[in-house]
């Protein structure tokens, strides 16, 4: 495990951050499919990233849809993307801090979203990956503890901020694990985090703590300083961390 220091820390806000779902469009998959889809133009092999939200799903923040503007740019980038919402999947509009559903019930819906893309034609079956914000980043955490080890679904995973509440370490060493924390994230403690860093396996996991970053701090939807400055946008770290994971998606 590699812990690199950078740019201002942000944090994240956990629980509240979400996109609002759209209407589906030309490129989009049928209703009628379990989750829904963007899908680039163009070949029959491409990689997979599921996406997980935070405690607020996919909703809109000040106007400003963060994952929506997220799925765009890596369906431009060539990936299939899979909205991962594991709140309606339950009729809920918040996870409730972790009261209403669970990290395991999160893992669940994720390894579901997984195994179903991963046998869709026109997907890449060993390049699915995965990017989870706040508890759906918790979530992802989980999802990796309940994978076997010796055939994970899961190739490359991404958290943001993760909540690492009573989260575990994973036992697979093929999985290649990016973890994005805020120093300053009061919300999401980078220090709960740490069974899960001490306990992965040799050289599956690369730690990036932004030193300024508070909770959140990739949202451009949040000022620099909210919910009491709990919460928080940082430019530049937002910047670098999404560099950082397309670089290591590629």
Known sequence: MKMISLFPRVTMFAHCLGLAAVAFASNMTL???PFRVLSPSGGTSNPAVLLVPGCSGFAARNGINHYEERASELQAAGYVVVFVDYLSHRH???CGGGRDVSHAEVASDILEAAAWIKGQSRV???????IGWSYGGGGV???LKAMPPESPILAKAVTYYPDCRRVLPWSSPSVSVLMLMGALDEVALPALCDPAV???PPNSLHVV???SARHGFDMRSLPER???GRLGYNAEAAKASWMAVLNFFR
């Open 31 to 33: 209703a009628a499919e």
């Open 92 to 94: 809920l509009s918040d």
């Open 124 to 130: 890449s079956s060993d390049k699915i990956f995965v």
């Open 141 to 143: 955490l989980a999802a």
């Open 198 to 200: 001490k306990g992965a």
């Open 209 to 211: 703590l932004y030193p």
């Open 226 to 228: 909210a919910e009491f």
